[in-house]
């Protein structure tokens, strides 16, 4: 496989110096006052991070130098997950869990187990098993890349996450319907796709680096989409990103009808997503049931549309509050390794 050119931190430096203009931008929040970027939005502790996980600054740091640091911090950090880790192994080294291909329309050769299926985590990592593979075969890929399809159309029609998609036109929708499958254990179609896929360039303060060749590299693309604001290019997902992300993303779930035909495979994914978004925000995973009650609701999806493709309600809200709003039972995230693990981590094998 050809060498990819990854991004040096220096290049993310430059790149955020030539886009910020003045010393320090100032926002308005939706109460109408206004914070510098050049601070924390909230303290942060002598002995912990520097770079808020949250926004991406730092504690008092130039905001250039804090963008820029916050971004490369991430995207190494990124390299470090396990999950990501495993699927740069499988692009490199030709190995990935799953049977050989994946079935299109295939149906499960097992019956429906009794009992929700356990999310599969070892060692911070999700791992296939014969009941997801069994999950993902009753649904079949074309069930999957309509409503994968859905969702992108969704997410081009919202005025906030589609100023990360810098590039309408990949095949973003078939990615992912094939990175659902390979992840569930159907075979490594989304490897095989990746072997294949056109090299993509962005150029980042002088160097013209590979992007969108794996999850990671896509993602950063899309903190560096020409399409943001100024003050936001190069600033990693924050935890509102992600609670819009998966709002649209379980409501295409909904309209293409994955609720009603496959209650057993939704079940176990909304506790996948709950997983795997972690990596982008370590503070969404307690708003995906939200997402999904909120894409149940006909009321929600008009208030949305009335308000121009905007979730108002979530945009710029302080963790504190959005974390308020939740039932008591739904506000606690442990992560995967914790001696008791909270949802999604609950429930124990079969």
């Not at 990501?84 to 329309?105: H, N």
């Not at 969108?212 to 903190?223: G, I, Q, V, Y």
């Not at 121009?308 to 974390?323: F, S, T």
Request: overall charge positive; aromatic content about 8%.
């Amino acid at each position: 496989m050809e060498r990819l050119r990854l991004p040096s931190l220096a290049s993310l430096r430059r790149g955020i110096a030539r886009r910020t203009k003045s010393p320090a931008r100032r926002v308005s929040s939706p109460s109408g006052s206004s914070r510098s970027h050049d601070s924390a939005p909230h303290p942060i502790g002598k002995d912990s991070n520097k770079v808020c996980p949250i926004t991406g600054l730092s504690a008092g740091g130039n905001p250039q130098e804090s963008a820029g640091a916050a971004s490369g911090e991430t995207y190494a950090a990124m390299q470090r997950d396990p999950d990501i880790a495993e699927e740069r192994l499988a692009l490199e080294v030709g190995t990935a869990g799953g049977t050989p291909d994946a079935e299109e329309g295939a149906t499960p050769a097992a019956q429906p187990s009794p009992r929700a299926v356990p999310l599969s985590v070892i060692d911070g990592k999700h791992q296939a098993t014969p009941q997801t593979r069994r999950l993902v075969r009753s649904v079949g890929l074309e069930s999957l890349r309509a409503f994968t399809s859905l969702f992108y159309r969704r997410s081009f029609g919202d005025r906030h996450i589609d100023k990360f998609i810098a590039n309408r036109g990949d095949p973003h929708a078939d990615r992912f319907a094939l990175w659902i499958v390979e992840k569930l254990g159907d075979g490594t179609p989304w490897t095989q796709e990746r072997r294949t896929r056109p090299r993509r360039q962005m150029r980042l303060g002088g160097e013209v680096v590979d992007v969108s060749f794996d999850r990671s590299s896509a993602h950063f693309a899309a903190w560096h989409s020409p399409k943001r604001e100024p003050h936001r290019w190069g600033e990693h997902f924050r935890f509102d990103d992600a609670r819009v992300w998966m709002r649209l993303h379980f409501w295409a779930a909904r309209e293409t009808g994955m609720f009603h035909r496959h209650p057993e495979f939704m079940e176990y994914y909304m506790r996948f997503i709950g997983h795997f978004i972690s990596i982008y925000s370590s503070k969404a995973p307690p708003f995906v049931r939200e997402s999904v009650r909120w894409s149940a609701s006909p009321k929600n999806v008009q208030l949305y549309l009335a308000a121009g493709n905007v979730m108002r309600d979530v945009i710029d809200k302080p963790i504190d509050e959005a974390l308020a709003e939740l039932p008591a039972e739904e506000r606690l995230y442990t992560g995967s390794r914790h001696s008791d693990p909270a949802w999604p981590y609950d429930l124990r094998p079969l």
